[in-house]
Protein backbone atom coordinates (compact mmCIF):
# COMPACT_ATOMS: atom_id res chain seq x y z
CA UNK A 1 0.00 0.00 0.00
CA UNK A 2 1.09 3.63 -0.62
CA UNK A 3 -0.71 6.89 0.32
CA UNK A 4 -0.08 10.36 -1.18
CA UNK A 5 -1.96 13.30 -0.62
CA UNK A 6 -1.72 16.86 -2.92
CA UNK A 7 -4.01 19.51 -2.64
CA UNK A 8 -5.89 21.56 -5.40
CA UNK A 9 -6.68 25.74 -5.24
CA UNK A 10 -10.65 25.71 -6.41
CA UNK A 11 -11.49 28.88 -7.92
CA UNK A 12 -15.50 29.04 -8.24
CA UNK A 13 -17.94 28.50 -5.74
CA UNK A 14 -18.74 25.30 -7.78
CA UNK A 15 -16.98 23.92 -10.11
CA UNK A 16 -15.30 20.61 -11.39
CA UNK A 17 -11.35 20.28 -11.85
CA UNK A 18 -9.95 17.98 -14.03
CA UNK A 19 -7.07 15.85 -11.52
CA UNK A 20 -6.72 13.24 -14.06
CA UNK A 21 -3.22 13.89 -14.79
CA UNK A 22 -2.17 14.72 -11.61
CA UNK A 23 -3.21 11.05 -10.01
CA UNK A 24 -1.93 9.22 -13.27
CA UNK A 25 1.25 10.83 -12.52
CA UNK A 26 1.50 9.01 -8.63
CA UNK A 27 0.13 5.84 -10.54
CA UNK A 28 3.75 5.83 -12.15
CA UNK A 29 5.49 6.34 -8.71
CA UNK A 30 3.26 4.00 -6.98
CA UNK A 31 5.69 1.54 -7.75
CA UNK A 32 2.64 -1.13 -7.68
CA UNK A 33 2.24 -1.62 -11.09
CA UNK A 34 -1.31 -2.84 -10.64
CA UNK A 35 -4.32 -2.90 -8.29
CA UNK A 36 -7.26 -0.62 -7.38
CA UNK A 37 -6.55 3.39 -6.95
CA UNK A 38 -8.69 5.19 -3.81
CA UNK A 39 -9.05 8.72 -4.47
CA UNK A 40 -10.92 10.65 -1.40
CA UNK A 41 -11.24 13.60 -0.65
CA UNK A 42 -11.42 14.78 3.39
CA UNK A 43 -13.88 17.61 2.86
CA UNK A 44 -17.46 18.27 3.52
CA UNK A 45 -18.55 19.95 0.37
CA UNK A 46 -16.45 18.33 -2.24
CA UNK A 47 -17.14 15.43 -4.43
CA UNK A 48 -15.29 13.25 -6.65
CA UNK A 49 -16.12 11.60 -9.83
CA UNK A 50 -15.48 10.03 -13.00
CA UNK A 51 -16.71 11.51 -15.88
CA UNK A 52 -16.39 12.41 -19.96
CA UNK A 53 -13.13 14.98 -19.43
CA UNK A 54 -12.80 15.37 -23.32
CA UNK A 55 -15.48 18.27 -24.16
CA UNK A 56 -15.58 20.51 -20.72
CA UNK A 57 -19.08 21.28 -21.49
CA UNK A 58 -20.11 17.56 -19.86
CA UNK A 59 -18.45 19.48 -16.42
CA UNK A 60 -20.36 22.44 -17.03
CA UNK A 61 -23.79 20.68 -17.15
CA UNK A 62 -23.17 18.62 -14.28
CA UNK A 63 -21.66 20.98 -12.80
CA UNK A 64 -25.10 23.23 -13.41
CA UNK A 65 -27.65 20.50 -12.95
CA UNK A 66 -26.45 20.20 -9.20
CA UNK A 67 -26.68 24.16 -8.80
CA UNK A 68 -30.39 23.56 -10.10
CA UNK A 69 -31.31 20.38 -8.12
CA UNK A 70 -30.07 21.98 -4.93
CA UNK A 71 -30.63 25.23 -4.51
CA UNK A 72 -28.66 27.62 -2.48
CA UNK A 73 -31.37 29.02 -0.30
CA UNK A 74 -34.12 26.59 1.18
CA UNK A 75 -35.94 26.29 4.46
CA UNK A 76 -32.32 24.48 5.99
CA UNK A 77 -31.58 24.73 9.26
CA UNK A 78 -27.74 24.93 9.14
CA UNK A 79 -26.44 28.63 9.84
CA UNK A 80 -23.88 28.43 7.73
CA UNK A 81 -25.51 29.36 4.57
CA UNK A 82 -23.71 26.17 2.46
CA UNK A 83 -26.20 23.34 3.46
CA UNK A 84 -26.48 23.22 -0.86
CA UNK A 85 -22.56 22.06 -0.75
CA UNK A 86 -23.29 19.49 1.54
CA UNK A 87 -26.33 18.25 0.16
CA UNK A 88 -24.32 17.81 -3.05
CA UNK A 89 -21.04 16.49 -1.53
CA UNK A 90 -23.77 13.53 -0.05
CA UNK A 91 -25.30 12.53 -3.42
CA UNK A 92 -22.14 12.87 -5.52
CA UNK A 93 -19.92 10.83 -2.90
CA UNK A 94 -16.55 12.43 -1.57
CA UNK A 95 -14.60 9.15 -2.85
CA UNK A 96 -14.20 7.05 -6.53
CA UNK A 97 -12.33 4.22 -6.90
CA UNK A 98 -10.39 3.14 -9.90
CA UNK A 99 -8.75 -0.34 -10.99
CA UNK A 100 -5.33 0.45 -12.48
CA UNK A 101 -2.84 -2.15 -14.36
CA UNK A 102 0.73 -1.90 -16.48
CA UNK A 103 0.92 1.44 -14.39
CA UNK A 104 -1.99 3.18 -15.73
CA UNK A 105 -5.27 3.69 -14.39
CA UNK A 106 -8.43 1.95 -16.07
CA UNK A 107 -10.34 4.57 -17.44
CA UNK A 108 -12.71 4.34 -20.43
CA UNK A 109 -12.18 6.35 -23.35
CA UNK A 110 -13.53 9.84 -22.54
CA UNK A 111 -13.34 9.34 -18.51
CA UNK A 112 -11.20 11.74 -16.52
CA UNK A 113 -11.86 12.25 -12.72
CA UNK A 114 -12.56 15.48 -11.29
CA UNK A 115 -13.05 17.18 -8.01
CA UNK A 116 -16.40 19.01 -7.52
CA UNK A 117 -16.09 21.99 -6.36
CA UNK A 118 -19.63 22.64 -4.16
CA UNK A 119 -18.72 25.57 -1.55
CA UNK A 120 -15.44 27.46 -2.91
CA UNK A 121 -13.45 29.32 -3.49
CA UNK A 122 -10.84 26.74 -1.28
CA UNK A 123 -7.98 25.09 -0.80
CA UNK A 124 -8.80 21.35 -1.35
CA UNK A 125 -6.62 18.25 -0.25
CA UNK A 126 -6.91 14.72 -2.48
CA UNK A 127 -5.67 11.59 -0.26
CA UNK A 128 -4.54 8.89 -2.63
CA UNK A 129 -4.51 5.79 -1.70
CA UNK A 130 -3.06 2.54 -4.16
CA UNK A 131 -3.74 -0.99 -2.88
CA UNK B 1 -8.01 -8.24 6.02
CA UNK B 2 -10.12 -8.26 9.22
CA UNK B 3 -14.00 -7.98 8.78
CA UNK B 4 -16.20 -6.91 11.41
CA UNK B 5 -20.22 -6.42 11.94
CA UNK B 6 -22.21 -4.29 14.30
CA UNK B 7 -25.70 -3.48 14.21
CA UNK B 8 -28.19 -0.31 14.27
CA UNK B 9 -30.95 0.39 15.83
CA UNK B 10 -32.73 3.40 14.09
CA UNK B 11 -35.96 4.64 15.82
CA UNK B 12 -37.77 6.47 12.71
CA UNK B 13 -38.63 6.22 8.84
CA UNK B 14 -35.98 8.62 7.87
CA UNK B 15 -32.60 9.61 9.76
CA UNK B 16 -29.20 9.80 9.82
CA UNK B 17 -26.89 8.21 12.63
CA UNK B 18 -23.70 8.89 13.23
CA UNK B 19 -21.86 5.98 13.50
CA UNK B 20 -18.29 6.96 13.74
CA UNK B 21 -17.18 6.59 16.97
CA UNK B 22 -18.14 2.37 16.93
CA UNK B 23 -15.80 2.44 13.57
CA UNK B 24 -13.06 4.08 15.67
CA UNK B 25 -13.12 1.84 17.56
CA UNK B 26 -12.91 -1.04 15.03
CA UNK B 27 -10.27 0.57 13.57
CA UNK B 28 -8.04 -0.08 16.99
CA UNK B 29 -9.43 -3.30 17.24
CA UNK B 30 -8.30 -4.08 13.54
CA UNK B 31 -4.29 -4.90 14.29
CA UNK B 32 -3.63 -3.11 10.75
CA UNK B 33 -2.45 0.44 11.40
CA UNK B 34 -2.84 1.72 8.04
CA UNK B 35 -4.95 0.69 4.88
CA UNK B 36 -8.74 1.22 3.88
CA UNK B 37 -12.02 0.45 5.53
CA UNK B 38 -15.10 -0.28 3.47
CA UNK B 39 -18.01 0.38 4.88
CA UNK B 40 -20.72 -1.26 3.60
CA UNK B 41 -24.64 -1.86 4.63
CA UNK B 42 -26.20 -4.94 3.21
CA UNK B 43 -30.11 -3.24 3.10
CA UNK B 44 -31.83 -2.09 -0.25
CA UNK B 45 -33.25 0.85 1.78
CA UNK B 46 -30.24 2.56 3.66
CA UNK B 47 -27.00 4.53 2.71
CA UNK B 48 -23.65 5.47 4.21
CA UNK B 49 -22.26 8.86 3.71
CA UNK B 50 -19.34 10.77 5.06
CA UNK B 51 -20.46 14.23 5.87
CA UNK B 52 -20.05 16.94 9.12
CA UNK B 53 -20.92 15.35 12.03
CA UNK B 54 -20.75 18.77 14.18
CA UNK B 55 -23.48 20.50 13.68
CA UNK B 56 -26.19 17.96 13.93
CA UNK B 57 -28.55 20.53 11.39
CA UNK B 58 -26.29 18.83 8.21
CA UNK B 59 -27.70 15.84 9.03
CA UNK B 60 -31.39 17.30 9.11
CA UNK B 61 -30.70 19.04 6.12
CA UNK B 62 -29.39 16.23 4.15
CA UNK B 63 -32.47 14.03 5.21
CA UNK B 64 -34.70 16.76 4.66
CA UNK B 65 -33.84 17.79 1.22
CA UNK B 66 -33.74 13.89 0.03
CA UNK B 67 -37.87 13.49 1.64
CA UNK B 68 -38.88 16.15 -0.42
CA UNK B 69 -36.57 15.23 -3.76
CA UNK B 70 -38.21 11.65 -3.81
CA UNK B 71 -41.42 12.18 -2.22
CA UNK B 72 -43.16 8.54 -0.92
CA UNK B 73 -46.11 8.62 -3.05
CA UNK B 74 -45.99 8.97 -6.09
CA UNK B 75 -46.27 6.52 -9.42
CA UNK B 76 -44.75 3.66 -8.36
CA UNK B 77 -44.84 0.16 -9.48
CA UNK B 78 -43.40 -1.67 -6.43
CA UNK B 79 -46.39 -2.30 -4.47
CA UNK B 80 -44.32 -2.41 -0.92
CA UNK B 81 -45.23 1.47 -0.26
CA UNK B 82 -41.11 2.18 -0.06
CA UNK B 83 -39.86 2.50 -3.43
CA UNK B 84 -38.92 6.61 -2.34
CA UNK B 85 -36.27 4.38 0.11
CA UNK B 86 -34.92 2.22 -2.24
CA UNK B 87 -34.23 5.43 -4.63
CA UNK B 88 -32.85 7.08 -2.25
CA UNK B 89 -30.73 3.97 -1.07
CA UNK B 90 -29.27 4.16 -4.62
CA UNK B 91 -28.65 7.82 -4.86
CA UNK B 92 -26.97 8.07 -1.75
CA UNK B 93 -24.96 4.92 -2.53
CA UNK B 94 -24.71 1.78 0.20
CA UNK B 95 -20.89 1.96 0.69
CA UNK B 96 -18.25 4.18 1.35
CA UNK B 97 -14.38 3.82 1.45
CA UNK B 98 -12.22 5.41 3.75
CA UNK B 99 -8.28 5.62 4.09
CA UNK B 100 -7.09 5.07 7.75
CA UNK B 101 -3.54 5.62 9.30
CA UNK B 102 -1.83 5.85 13.23
CA UNK B 103 -4.90 3.84 13.97
CA UNK B 104 -6.88 6.50 12.76
CA UNK B 105 -9.41 7.55 10.07
CA UNK B 106 -8.16 9.85 7.79
CA UNK B 107 -11.47 12.21 8.04
CA UNK B 108 -11.36 15.93 7.37
CA UNK B 109 -11.81 18.11 10.53
CA UNK B 110 -15.72 18.39 10.87
CA UNK B 111 -16.36 14.54 9.00
CA UNK B 112 -18.29 11.93 10.62
CA UNK B 113 -19.55 8.64 8.96
CA UNK B 114 -23.54 8.57 9.06
CA UNK B 115 -25.97 5.38 8.23
CA UNK B 116 -28.60 6.99 6.80
CA UNK B 117 -32.13 4.50 7.51
CA UNK B 118 -34.56 5.65 4.80
CA UNK B 119 -37.40 3.20 5.66
CA UNK B 120 -37.33 2.55 9.65
CA UNK B 121 -37.32 2.25 11.85
CA UNK B 122 -35.80 -1.26 11.63
CA UNK B 123 -32.42 -3.03 13.34
CA UNK B 124 -29.57 -2.55 10.60
CA UNK B 125 -25.76 -4.49 10.07
CA UNK B 126 -22.68 -2.98 9.14
CA UNK B 127 -20.09 -4.76 7.68
CA UNK B 128 -16.67 -3.42 8.15
CA UNK B 129 -13.47 -4.58 6.13
CA UNK B 130 -9.80 -3.37 7.11
CA UNK B 131 -7.53 -3.82 3.99
CA UNK C 1 -5.57 -9.37 -6.67
CA UNK C 2 -7.34 -11.31 -9.63
CA UNK C 3 -8.85 -8.97 -12.06
CA UNK C 4 -11.82 -9.97 -15.05
CA UNK C 5 -13.80 -7.63 -16.93
CA UNK C 6 -16.77 -8.69 -19.12
CA UNK C 7 -19.62 -7.51 -21.33
CA UNK C 8 -22.97 -7.01 -21.23
CA UNK C 9 -25.22 -6.14 -24.08
CA UNK C 10 -27.85 -3.35 -23.46
CA UNK C 11 -31.22 -3.04 -25.07
CA UNK C 12 -32.70 0.43 -24.03
CA UNK C 13 -31.90 3.88 -23.74
CA UNK C 14 -32.57 3.33 -20.13
CA UNK C 15 -32.26 -0.06 -18.04
CA UNK C 16 -31.08 -1.46 -14.97
CA UNK C 17 -29.89 -5.07 -16.08
CA UNK C 18 -29.26 -7.43 -12.90
CA UNK C 19 -25.79 -8.58 -12.96
CA UNK C 20 -25.06 -10.25 -9.77
CA UNK C 21 -24.92 -13.69 -11.21
CA UNK C 22 -22.21 -13.27 -13.64
CA UNK C 23 -20.43 -11.67 -10.89
CA UNK C 24 -20.83 -14.62 -8.44
CA UNK C 25 -19.21 -17.05 -11.03
CA UNK C 26 -16.60 -14.58 -11.17
CA UNK C 27 -15.89 -15.27 -6.89
CA UNK C 28 -15.78 -18.92 -7.58
CA UNK C 29 -13.33 -18.48 -10.06
CA UNK C 30 -11.14 -15.95 -8.66
CA UNK C 31 -9.25 -17.81 -6.10
CA UNK C 32 -9.28 -15.99 -2.85
CA UNK C 33 -12.14 -17.09 -0.50
CA UNK C 34 -12.51 -13.64 1.38
CA UNK C 35 -12.21 -10.20 0.32
CA UNK C 36 -13.46 -7.05 -1.86
CA UNK C 37 -14.87 -7.06 -4.69
CA UNK C 38 -14.88 -3.77 -7.18
CA UNK C 39 -17.38 -3.72 -9.80
CA UNK C 40 -16.53 -1.30 -11.91
CA UNK C 41 -18.39 0.32 -15.36
CA UNK C 42 -15.55 2.53 -17.85
CA UNK C 43 -18.26 4.49 -19.28
CA UNK C 44 -19.45 8.17 -18.81
CA UNK C 45 -23.08 7.16 -18.82
CA UNK C 46 -23.36 4.09 -16.79
CA UNK C 47 -23.65 3.65 -12.96
CA UNK C 48 -23.57 0.64 -11.07
CA UNK C 49 -25.89 -0.11 -8.27
CA UNK C 50 -26.64 -2.66 -5.26
CA UNK C 51 -30.61 -2.90 -4.55
CA UNK C 52 -33.63 -4.84 -4.65
CA UNK C 53 -33.36 -7.69 -7.38
CA UNK C 54 -36.17 -10.01 -6.08
CA UNK C 55 -39.16 -7.80 -7.51
CA UNK C 56 -37.93 -6.13 -11.11
CA UNK C 57 -40.85 -3.67 -9.72
CA UNK C 58 -38.03 -1.73 -7.60
CA UNK C 59 -35.48 -1.37 -10.81
CA UNK C 60 -38.12 -0.20 -12.87
CA UNK C 61 -38.48 2.34 -10.53
CA UNK C 62 -35.21 3.68 -9.98
CA UNK C 63 -35.18 3.80 -13.42
CA UNK C 64 -38.16 5.59 -14.05
CA UNK C 65 -37.40 8.20 -11.36
CA UNK C 66 -34.04 9.14 -12.63
CA UNK C 67 -35.39 9.62 -15.53
CA UNK C 68 -37.88 12.30 -14.28
CA UNK C 69 -35.41 13.79 -12.51
CA UNK C 70 -33.06 14.61 -15.06
CA UNK C 71 -34.94 15.32 -18.44
CA UNK C 72 -33.19 14.14 -21.58
CA UNK C 73 -34.13 18.30 -22.60
CA UNK C 74 -32.85 20.90 -21.01
CA UNK C 75 -30.67 23.77 -21.22
CA UNK C 76 -27.72 21.76 -21.99
CA UNK C 77 -24.12 22.86 -24.03
CA UNK C 78 -22.84 19.19 -24.46
CA UNK C 79 -24.06 18.98 -28.44
CA UNK C 80 -24.39 15.31 -28.11
CA UNK C 81 -27.88 15.09 -26.74
CA UNK C 82 -26.89 12.65 -23.83
CA UNK C 83 -25.66 14.65 -20.73
CA UNK C 84 -29.02 13.58 -18.91
CA UNK C 85 -27.17 10.59 -19.12
CA UNK C 86 -23.49 11.69 -18.03
CA UNK C 87 -25.56 13.58 -14.76
CA UNK C 88 -27.52 9.98 -14.17
CA UNK C 89 -23.98 8.75 -14.02
CA UNK C 90 -22.40 10.95 -11.63
CA UNK C 91 -25.32 10.65 -9.27
CA UNK C 92 -25.21 7.00 -8.97
CA UNK C 93 -21.75 6.31 -9.16
CA UNK C 94 -19.87 4.33 -11.67
CA UNK C 95 -18.66 1.94 -9.46
CA UNK C 96 -19.72 -0.49 -6.38
CA UNK C 97 -17.65 -2.47 -3.64
CA UNK C 98 -19.02 -5.64 -1.73
CA UNK C 99 -17.38 -7.75 0.92
CA UNK C 100 -17.05 -11.37 -0.06
CA UNK C 101 -16.26 -14.45 1.94
CA UNK C 102 -16.50 -18.03 2.20
CA UNK C 103 -16.93 -17.74 -1.78
CA UNK C 104 -20.17 -15.46 -1.64
CA UNK C 105 -20.61 -11.70 -2.36
CA UNK C 106 -22.11 -10.47 1.23
CA UNK C 107 -24.94 -9.38 -0.40
CA UNK C 108 -27.91 -9.20 2.02
CA UNK C 109 -30.88 -11.11 1.45
CA UNK C 110 -32.59 -9.28 -1.20
CA UNK C 111 -29.87 -7.39 -2.92
CA UNK C 112 -27.90 -7.84 -5.92
CA UNK C 113 -26.03 -6.08 -8.17
CA UNK C 114 -26.70 -3.91 -11.34
CA UNK C 115 -25.97 -2.21 -14.62
CA UNK C 116 -27.63 0.90 -15.07
CA UNK C 117 -27.71 1.79 -18.77
CA UNK C 118 -28.16 5.65 -19.32
CA UNK C 119 -27.73 6.42 -22.81
CA UNK C 120 -28.14 2.92 -24.58
CA UNK C 121 -28.70 0.62 -26.40
CA UNK C 122 -24.85 -0.29 -26.32
CA UNK C 123 -22.39 -2.85 -26.22
CA UNK C 124 -20.71 -2.32 -21.93
CA UNK C 125 -17.54 -3.58 -19.96
CA UNK C 126 -17.64 -4.32 -16.67
CA UNK C 127 -14.17 -5.17 -15.05
CA UNK C 128 -14.26 -6.92 -11.03
CA UNK C 129 -10.84 -6.49 -9.10
CA UNK C 130 -10.87 -8.95 -6.49
CA UNK C 131 -8.90 -7.69 -3.50
Known amino acids: MKTY ?5 TSKNSELIDITKTIENFVLRSSKTSGICLIYSPHTTTGI ?5 YDADVA ?9 LVPKQLDYRH ?8 IKSSII ?3 RIIPYSNDK ?5 W ?3 FLCEFDGPRQRNI ?3 FL
Chains 1, 2, 3 share one sequence.
Open 127 to 129: ILT
Open 60 to 68: FDINNFLNG
Open 79 to 86: SEGNSNAH
Open 111 to 113: EGV
Open 93 to 95: GNS
Open 105 to 109: LNLGQ
Open 5 to 9: SFSVK
Open 49 to 53: IINEA
